[in-house]
């Protein structure tokens, strides 16, 4: 597994797999991207701005994706709650692993861990991300990696829950 920087070429490649990702929240009766977002105009961004990160099996599939932004977040600024730390953070948006037949358990732990290492070499050592409250996939993985939860962000009109993480230098 290798999770490198995007570039459009991945384009396709990451929509389709963001493709599956919402599909899959819907099957799981959940309201969490299911109103046109994300869309290829926010893959095309985060590719542009740099923060879309492709993690590609050895075939050179992408079987992961995730928008790493070192720039902060607008809307963890009106947090109803407490953050650990303030600024510089890492965000962590838009996470997606393959289904079906692609499916990796435990990538996108993996994915997660490989941002902390990208965040700790960027100097940066917070990161902070949210999740709908019914994705009980990324509440697992927050669990499992240390995050803590620090209360709600609001994303076009619902309330997510918001997590943070401090990172060791080492």
């Not at 009766?29 to 701005?49: H, L, M, R, T």
């Amino acid at each position: 597994m290798e999770l490198r920087k995007a570039t459009a070429a991945d384009a396709a490649g990451i929509w389709q797999l963001l493709q599956q990702a919402i599909e899959k929240r819907k099957q799981e009766g959940s309201a969490q991207w299911q109103d046109g977002y994300p869309n290829p105009e926010i893959v095309a961004k985060d590719i542009e701005k740099g923060y879309g990160y492709v993690c590609t099996d050895t075939a050179g599939a992408i079987v992961g994706y995730t928008a790493l932004i070192f720039d902060g977040e607008p809307a963890y600024e009106a947090l109803e709650g407490e953050w650990l730390t303030a600024r510089p953070y890492g965000v962590i948006h838009r996470l997606a692993t393959a289904t079906g037949q692609n499916a990796i358990k435990g990538l996108g732990t993996r994915i997660m861990q490989a941002v902390e290492r990208i965040c700790r070499q960027q100097g940066i050592f917070s990161i902070k991300a949210d999740t709908n409250f019914d994705n009980t996939g990324m509440l697992r993985v927050f669990e499992k990696l240390g995050y803590t939860y620090c209360g709600e962000v609001y994303f076009r009109g619902a309330a997510r829950k918001a997590f943070e993480k401090r990172l060791d230098a080492a």
